[in-house]
């Protein structure tokens, strides 16, 4: 079956499709393709073409994919059983890589995914400071936990919104939402109701929304203000961990918090996730603790091969300069078909991770980058596509870069992004 024929197959039996809604391209239009094969920077699809894949698995191919040392650690790990229900050594090796380069790491336990990770953060603060309320900021995404799948409704700092059907507003009644980059907000948020906050939840480079650079001295302040109010801080560092640097949006910013959230690149391409942070809280957890979380899968020897593999290569090969290199490349060409061209296009960058936004402002919140034009970025997509150059399926999303894009990968997809800009 071609791709067409595969997801209209599909939508039979899996609703939309797709095991993940972005995937089926309703953000900018057309027919999905479905993927034979991906390796280094490339994938393969059902119909045999290849595309220079810029979204990286969302994250976690940092080395490209099917590389064959992440594959030779999962085939050693497969020799031994692919589930235990009992814990093993690798379990270990993995929390104690986490614990040498996250600062905040002092004790850490996995999930299978970022959402349950993010989920069981939020319990676990809850537990710790015996308060109900959560903060986040809009736009930031931290999986669909029903807690945390509120984003702003018109009015900002008050009840928040439930994004999805689904949610009772009796739940989402406990989230605030934010503007991000607002600090004056936090704090106004706090002087109402700081004694009843028990955590404030957020992504310190938020990269779910296409990319938002946080303002100079928002996360430390908002690192004070938690401080103060006896609230437990917890970055989501389900993207920024192990991509912005070894130690993280954290290590970046020079702003430790109580808790993180970990995924994607930390599984090396298995599904995976964990949460870490200071000791005192981490103890409050079941088995030790009274905060109950569990995983009939949890620390799986094979996402733990994979993952602990991935970091091992992270801090012998100490990508980031090149990774950082090879996306300069990218936004540099993009920036400067726009100037050409007269486009407003803002192209935000953080390390390896960047995105676009048809706009004529810099984004500093979610507010700013919903004032972006989906017609222009979907045109942009599909022009790309049809070229072989695959980038986020959504307006709102980033692009990853990873170690495997060559250097003739990366001309071609700069030339092909130019053109795009230029013939808008
Ligand atoms: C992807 C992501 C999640 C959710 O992780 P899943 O493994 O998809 O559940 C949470 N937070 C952030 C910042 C993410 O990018």
Redesign the pocket.
Known sequence: MNSKELFEESKKFIPGGVNSPVRAFKGVGGTPFFVKSASGCNLISCDGEKFTDFVCS?GPAIFGHSHPRIKAAIARALENGTSFGAPCELELEMAKLINGLIPCAEMVRMTN???EA?MSAVRLARGFTKRDLIVKFAGC???HADSLLVKAGSGAATFGNPDSAGVPADFAKLTRVLPFNDFDAAEECFSQEGERIAAVIL?AFP??AGLILPKENFLKKLRELCSKHGAVLIF?E??TGFRLGLGGAQKLAGVIPDLC?L??IIGGGLPV?AFAGRREIMERLSPVGPVYQAGTLSGNPLAMAAGAEALKMIIELDPYAELKRKSDFITSALRQAAKERGVALQVPQAESLFSIFFNENPVENFEGALKSSTALYAKHFKYCLERGVYIAPSAFEVSFMSLAHDGASLERAAEVMASSIKNL
Do not use: F, L, P
């Open positions: 969302w995914s970022g959402t993010a995404y931290h999986g992504e990269a779910n989501d389900v993207i959230v995924g994607k996730g």
